[in-house]
């Protein structure tokens, strides 16, 4: 089938830009998307630095937010995709081209906040909702707990959540940090969670230490995949944008910028949960994570969560939320099932059994 090709106007350009549209022949079908090539002349190739930023991350955050390909040589910028999504990365460059017009530096909330507002361009979010990578598409708390949760996570360095499954702890966490990753607040997440087994010998597990560990974390996998595709979550955790560890894996580490999200935090003893909170660097935050009913811990071993919620309470810039029954948002029987189990205790002896993921 032969190719055509033809150059068009665009309004977003700088001078000397254009669009290159190539396509097979004309097709009738109103929703089919057309790959586009847009060359785009900087304004300023001097500051091309601050444009790109550091090992060009602002290059990246556009071009994951966007899916489209990116490439800066000399004096130009080549974006290869999806024409709508071509057409908003552009408008992104577009618009911090013309905020150096007036300065000589981009910060990451400029970039971050220049990106936000032209992905959400068609998609108006109300005040609470979470805008996560995942197009047209937001994470809204259900209830007034939810909503006090997240208002604590946003407004603290640390949040502590206390609840029963299903209340979702863990995946409006997940989706705080996702947003808060967009939008240039933080440079990178770490999910965390205690390697413990609930209860059952799970006995040697085969595979290399990935495959080992991969079980006790596949619950943060899960969540993360409703935030953003396959192939983004894949692309970010090459790049160690994201990073999914057991929790004996963080000693030693001091993380910036991030955010930091510690899952099944009952089942940490008090020197793990204080490994954790000192791994706190500057502009990062952390969320603890957990339900104090579904202890896994030996019965003579103190949860790190309770210890720790009782020894930092009333701590400026750290927040305690504990969710109720009343907050329980999956399916309409599992509300039933807390009560039961509640109001009679577990069949074994000790501490209840695990929980499936939150």
């Known amino acids: 089938m032969r190719k055509y090709a ?13 669009i290159i549209c190539s396509f097979s022949k004309p097709s009738t079908n109103p929703g089919l998307k057309i790959n586009v090539q847009l060359n785009i002349t900087l304004e300023q190739p001097e500051k091309k630095l601050a444009l790109f930023g550091t090992a060009d991350r602002y290059l990246r955050m556009i071009r994951d937010t966007f899916g489209v390909q990116i490439v800066g040589r000399d004096e130009e910028i080549r974006l290869i995709g999806e024409n709508q999504q071509v057409a908003k990365a552009a408008a992104v460059l577009e618009q ?16 971050g906040h220049a990106i936000g507002g032209v992905a959400d361009e068609r998609h108006q979010h109300s005040p609470d909702e979470i805008d996560v990578w995942v197009k047209g598409r937001g994470i809204k708390p259900k209830t007034p707990g939810q909503r006090k949760y997240l208002d604590a996570i946003l407004h603290h360095d640390l949040t502590f959540c206390l609840g029963p499954a299903g209340t979702g702890k863990t995946y409006l966490a997940v989706a705080a940090a996702a947003g808060m990753l967009k939008h240039g607040q933080v440079k990178r997440i770490v999910l965390a969670r205690p390697a413990v087994e609930a ?9 290399d230490l990935q495959a ?17 595709d396959f192939e983004q979550v894949k ?15 963080m000693r030693g580490r001091t993380l910036n910028e991030s955010a930091i999200i510690l899952d099944e935090a009952q089942n940490t003893t008090a020197s793990q949960m204080l490994m954790f909170l000192t791994r706190l660097g500057h502009d990062s935050k952390a969320i603890v994570t957990g339900d104090a009913t579904q202890v896994d811990l030996p019965d003579n071993v103190r ?3 309770t210890d720790a919620m009782e020894k930092l309470a009333g701590i400026r810039g750290i ?40």
Not at 199 to 207: H, K, S, Y
Not at 213 to 225: I, S
Not at 243 to 249: D, N, S, Y
């Open 6 to 18: 033809r150059a068009i106007a665009h309004p977003l350009l700088a001078p000397g830009g254009r």
């Open 96 to 111: 911090l081209q013309r905020t150096l017009r007036r300065q000589d530096w981009l910060s990451i909330e400029e970039v």
């Open 199 to 207: 209860g059952e010998r799970l006995g040697f597990l085969p595979g």
């Open 212 to 228: 080992k560990v991969n079980p006790y974390l596949r619950p943060l996998f899960d969540a993360l995949h409703d935030m953003m």
């Open 235 to 249: 692309r970010f955790m090459v790049n160690d944008v994201i990073e999914v560890v057991p929790l004996a894996f």
């Open 303 to 305: 949860s790190g969560l």
């Open 319 to 358: 927040a305690m939320i504990e969710l109720e029954r009343g907050d329980i948002v999956r399916h309409r029987l599992v509300q039933s099932i807390v009560d039961a189990y509640e109001r009679d205790g577990p069949a074994d002896h000790g501490p209840a059994r695990r929980k499936d993921r939150e």
